[in-house]
């Protein structure tokens, strides 16, 4: 019997078998589609609409799927997103051409080419000491304009009851978010000679991050059925840091977290990080995590779905895994086709699994590629698979 997206986005996260794999696609950055490949969709589609972008942001680069799209793509969930405060914007908008995008907390984003544009901006790279923090200027997270409209956005799709809804605040990712207040040698060097300093800058943006959260959550908790959070830990052979580094500095945040939204809302963690995390997982599931994304099979042995699905099913699902290296942006439509079978008949196998693209569809990825995968998904991904 057939199901709606949401019923079959909530079959899998119940350890149920839905009538298909569910598609994630276009519901967050770590899910998204670049605005090129996009356009490129929408004119194969003949579907004429504005370009918008998450977070209302241009310089991410990352599309807001026109409600057609989606459709097309078979998207069966769709994202919700916080903003930035309406200051962020007005200073942005009005700046001069090609100079960078600077956020709340510092941060800028640099034009590297024409219209492509990279994280390279750190407020505070020498910073060393409390009295440094201190002495910062840290974003207001109690400004109600990064939530005033997300009620109104959810209860709609509340009410229609069609997609699966996944809440996405931006970028609550307190490892991430040191990175870019002091760039990634800087940190890393601290994390190792200065623990004290690292991990009172972690201790401050996990607060901060955790204000916006619970302003969001209140918003929209009662209606939400995923909320996204994480932090990229690997590499491709394997951690940025020991696991033991981890199990110290991180993730009792990654925990305080993950209790905080199970307070305020029954939807399930949706944790993203980039890389080979196999030593993490167990880690995850301790904590709390849910869906563990992207699944980036070109990473060490996050390549073996085969050891994944036999030791984590029924116990963390599994959304992405679909190859952003080599398969969709440089093999044929009939390769990416038969990668997502693959995939499909590994960890899709009893359930517990959503496809999506290993993080974003990036520029390189022809549109014919976008569709040959998510029709793929309608040809392999009915239960029972056919391997």
């Known amino acids: 019997m057939s199901m709606t997206p949401r019923e079959r986005v909530l079959a ?41 972008y998450i977070y209302d942001w241009p310089e991410l680069g990352s599309a807001l799927p026109d409600e057609k799209v989606l459709q097309r793509l078979h998207s069966d969930v769709r994202g919700v997103f916080d903003r930035f405060p309406l200051a962020v914007y007005k200073r942005n908008q009005s700046r001069p051409a090609h100079t960078p995008f600077v956020d709340d907390w510092g941060n800028g984003q640099m034009e590297i080419s024409p219209d492509n544009w990279y994280p390279g901006i750190h407020p505070i790279p020498d910073a060393k000491t409390i009295q440094d923090l ?25 009410e229609e009851n069609q997609y699966a809804i996944m809440g996405v605040p931006w970028l609550m990712f307190p490892f991430e978010r040191a990175i870019g207040l002091q760039g990634m040698e800087k940190f890393l060097l601290n994390m190792a000679t200065e623990q004290d300093f ?34 990229d830990l690997g590499t491709q052979e394997n951690l940025l840091i020991s696991p033991r580094m981890y199990r110290k500095m991180l993730k009792p945040l990654h925990a305080e977290m ?19 995390v196999f030593n993490l997982i167990d880690d995850f599931i301790e904590i709390g995590v849910d869906v563990l994304n992207p699944i ?43 990668e997502v079978r693959r995939v499909i008949s590994q960890l899709g196998r009893g359930g517990g699994y959503m496809v999506a693209t290993v993080h974003t569809v990036m520029n390189e990825v022809p549109a014919e590629n976008i569709l040959a995968m998510v029709d793929a998904v309608e040809k392999y991904g009915y239960y029972p698979l056919k391997g």
């Open 12 to 52: 899998v996260l119940n350890y149920e078998i839905p009538d298909r794999v569910p598609i994630v696609v276009g519901a967050s950055n770590a899910t998204g589609i670049k605005i090129r490949p996009y356009r490129k969709i929408k004119e194969i589609l003949g579907i004429q609409s504005e370009d918008r």
């Open 134 to 158: 201190d002495a910062y200027l840290w974003p207001n997270m109690d400004d109600p304009y990064r939530t005033a409209h997300v009620r109104e956005e959810v209860q709609k799709l509340h």
């Open 198 to 231: 690292a991990q009172e800058l972690l201790n401050r943006i996990n607060r901060l991050c955790m204000v916006n959260m619970g302003h969001f959550l209140d918003q929209c908790g009662d209606m939400i059925d995923m909320i996204k959070i994480g932090d």
């Open 258 to 276: 993950i209790s905080l939204i199970k307070q305020k809302t029954k939807a399930k963690v949706f944790f993203h990080t980039d890389g080979d």
């Open 296 to 338: 980036q099979t070109s990473a060490g042995k996050m390549s073996n779905l085969e050891e994944l699905k036999s030791k984590y099913d029924k116990r963390i699902l599994f959304c992405g895994a679909i190859d952003t290296q080599k398969i969709l942006p440089y093999g044929s439509p009939e390769e990416v086709a038969q």
